[in-house]
Structures are given as C-alpha cells and as structure tokens.
C-alpha cells in the first residue's frame, strides 16, 4: 500500500517579481517500509519536497496523498493534528530545546498530545535506550557531543511512533565513524519497528545504505 503518493506537484516562490520554481510535476509514490533517500545537488529542491510530505509547506498545485486519503487541502489544525500522530522530523541542526535535559526533550511531543508525565518519561527512557543513550538522560545539549544530539533528535522523532521519519541531512554535521553509527541505528529502527524513513541529503555515507534513492535535479525527479 502507498504511504505517500505525490501527483503532478509544483511548488514556486516569489521573490519580488520573479518566480522561483522550485519543484516542477512531481510524481512520487514512497511505500510503507521504505529507507530512502532523496537527493541532488544543493537548490535541487530535496528540502521543498520533504518540507511538503511533512505538510510544513503547500504546494502550489498538485496533489498529495497519505494512505490514500488527500492532506493538502485539509485545515492547518488537521495538519497539525496529522504531523504530530503520523510524523518524526530530524533536522541537521537538532533542533533540541537547550534548556531541558534530554529526556525532558524527548517526552515532549508526548506531553503535546495530552500524555501524563509518567508515561511520557516511561516512553522517552525506552527511545533514548534504543539509540544507546541511556547513561545520558539528564544531560542537557550542551553537555552533549553532536552525535549524541542527533541520537537524542531521532529518539523524538520516534516517541509518538510516527509512521514516516523525514530526517534532513541528517548525517552532514557528523564525523565518519559517528554518522555510521547513527545510520546503523535508524536501519535496526526500521526494520524492527517498520518505521518508513525519508531522508533529504547529498552525503554518500548516508546514500550508500539506502534501499531506494530518489534524484532530483533542477526541481524535477531525473532518476
């Protein structure tokens, strides 16, 4: 079954008079289970589509699809609602709260949806086991090395168990020995929890161990 299906998707931008069209006639179907990457030369258009799978951004025209029912016509609450039950985001940047430990950065989103602290804190020490991370808990981000962040980043990614994980390179800050170690972890996830994963991204580590890859170029799917 699709996950997601993307049907004849154009994206532009307006800077002043001009018109930047960043994806062009975007037909894309990713399946349930999928490790894949999209990826290109920068200005591609890698971003702007996951960006539109993730609903952060519409597009300009064109329709998309999650399990089959169309989502980018539905209300910012229903998207909101959606991201938070369906979705995991990694970013390059992490994007963790500085001021809270890392256990408190991954109940998070939990406690969003309404779930008590105890099971929030129960949910977030199991995801910060699965990505090795159980001696860390307590440590704030800066007491933490750029791999362990991210570590702590794909453990709130998955604390809702999402059904798709969209990680924008994801691995690019991360030394060699760090970012194979953190690929080898979102694989196991994968597989064991059949988590889909979409990653946007040009570093060949990360490409090397997808099962699909996806090229865009100049805003459009060349391979």
């Known amino acids: 079954m699709h996950l997601i299906e993307m049907k004849n998707i154009e994206k532009n931008y307006y800077l002043g008079e001009t018109i930047v069209h960043a994806l062009k006639g975007i037909d894309l179907i990713i399946k349930k289970e999928e490790f894949t990457a999209i990826w290109g030369p920068s200005g591609s258009g890698k971003t702007t589509l996951l960006n539109l799978i993730g609903t952060i951004d519409e597009p300009s025209s ?3 699809f999650f399990n089959e029912k169309k989502i ?12 938070n039950n369906e979705i995991g985001f ?3 940047t992490f994007n963790l709260i500085p001021v ?5 950065n991954v109940m998070l989103p939990l ?6 602290t105890s099971k929030a804190k129960e949910e977030a020490f199991k995801r910060l086991c699965d990505v090795e991370l159980e001696q860390f808990v307590n440590n704030r981000p800066d007491k933490m090395s750029g791999g362990q962040r991210q570590r702590v980043a794909i453990a709130r990614a998955l604390i ?3 059904s798709i994980v969209l990680a924008d390179e994801p691995t690019a800050n991360l030394d060699f ?3 194979n170690s953190i690929i080898e972890i979102m694989k196991k996830i994968n597989k ?3 988590t889909t994963f979409v990653f946007s991204t040009h570093d060949q580590r990360l490409l090397d161990q997808m099962n699909r890859l996806i090229q865009l170029e100049d805003g459009k799917i060349t391979e």
């Open 72 to 83: 980018n016509n539905i209300t910012d609450n229903d998207k909101s609602e959606f991201r």
């Open 90 to 92: 990694i970013f390059q």
């Open 192 to 194: 064991r929890d059949k």
């Open 62 to 64: 064109g329709d998309l």
């Open 100 to 104: 809270l430990s890392a256990l408190e």
């Open 111 to 116: 406690q969003i949806k309404g779930a008590s």
């Open 160 to 162: 809702t168990n999402p």
């Open 177 to 179: 020995k760090t970012s």
